[in-house]
């Protein structure tokens, strides 16, 4: 069983690029909307919210996990490799290289949380890619208003509208690629960027070298939110169109 987390059903727009290469996997979901946001926890907190959810996954017997948040990624997966030496674990990052292989001249705005923004290691693949016409956004409590359901639209017209003329959108926040079309609306015709095909990709070849077994008859989901929410499930299952 592949377990998959993130603060939230964000994690979601991975999950959906994992089922498109494992349709017939066994996966467990596990949505920490208690926790959300995590973008704006500090790394003790963080590392102790994301070791309970390991825990309990592997006491469910998962093998591998994917970490479907960018922000506890980058905080978490060194400390979680080192510790759990028999889990095998796939991070995400904000796709800023995808820019640099794909459209290096574009003007780019990166919209992510204040974690991620302020990591060093996101902050190394900025300097290593940098085109010089990139735009740092810590979006502060928009994961927390996508996974409540708010008003995306007045919040994104309050702090888009500077950006003009923007070529290229890393959405380095699994929470963000849920709402494309209202930042489309905003910024008009933009090439969007997320990292859950890379880390699709990333999780077959591990599974593949590892020879641990992925396809089933069928597919199984099954979904865990910690805080019992029953609407999360519904919504979690539309997105997933499931
Ligand atoms: N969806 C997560 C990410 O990719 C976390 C957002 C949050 O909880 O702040 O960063």
Same mark, same amino acid.
């Not at 996974?147 to 919040?155: C, F, L, P």
């Given at each position: 069983?592949i377990g998959i987390?993130?603060?939230?059903?964000?994690g979601v727009?991975?999950f959906k690029k %994992?089922?498109e290469? %494992?349709? /017939?996997?066994?996966f467990?979901y596990?949505?920490?909307s208690?926790? /959300?946001?995590?973008?704006?926890k500090?790394?003790d907190?963080?590392?102790?919210?994301v070791?309970n959810i *390991? /825990?309990k996954?592997i006491? @469910?017997?998962v093998?591998?996990i994917?970490i479907?948040?960018n922000?506890?990624?980058y *905080?978490? &997966?060194d400390?979680?490799r080192?510790?759990y030496?028999?889990?095998?674990?796939i991070?995400?990052?904000?796709?800023? !290289?995808? *820019?640099?292989?794909n459209?290096?001249?574009?003007?780019t705005l990166?919209?992510a949380? &204040?974690?991620?923004?302020?990591n060093e290691?996101? @902050?190394a693949?900025?300097?290593?890619y =940098?085109?010089?016409?990139t735009?740092l956004l810590p979006?502060?409590?928009l994961?927390? @208003?996508i996974?409540?359901?708010?008003?995306?639209? =007045?919040?994104l017209n309050k702090?888009l509208?500077?950006?003009? =003329?923007?070529?290229n959108?890393?959405?380095?926040?699994?929470?963000y690629?849920l709402i !494309?079309?209202?930042?489309?609306k905003?910024?008009g015709?933009?090439?969007?960027?997320?990292?859950s095909?890379g880390v699709?990709?990333?999780? *077959?070849?591990?599974?593949?070298?590892?020879?641990i077994?992925?396809?089933y008859?069928? @597919?199984?989901?099954?979904?865990?939110?910690?805080?019992? /929410?029953?609407d999360?499930?519904k919504?979690?299952y539309?997105?997933l169109?499931k």
């Open positions: 069983m987390f993130d603060s939230g059903i964000g727009t991975v %994992i089922i290469k %494992i349709p /017939n996997g066994h467990v596990y949505s920490d208690i926790n /959300n946001p995590y973008g704006d500090s790394r907190e963080l590392i102790n919210i070791d *390991v /825990n996954l006491n @469910l017997g093998k591998v994917v479907a948040c922000t506890a990624s *905080v978490c &997966k400390y979680l080192n510790k030496k028999n889990t095998i674990f991070a995400i990052e904000p796709a800023y !290289k995808m *820019v640099y292989d459209n290096f001249n574009g003007k990166v919209m949380t &204040k974690g991620t923004i302020e290691k996101f @902050l693949l900025y300097h290593k =940098d085109n010089h016409k735009i979006c502060i409590s994961a927390d @208003l996974e409540q359901n708010g008003n995306v639209m =007045d919040y702090n509208k500077e950006y003009k =003329d923007i070529d959108v890393v959405l380095g926040c699994t929470h690629p !494309k079309n209202e930042i489309s905003v910024l015709n933009v090439e969007f960027y997320d990292g095909d699709s990709r990333e999780l *077959v070849k591990q599974l593949n070298d590892n020879k077994k992925y396809n008859d069928k @597919l199984e989901i099954s979904f865990i939110d910690s805080s019992n /929410n029953l999360k499930e919504r979690f539309e997105i169109n």
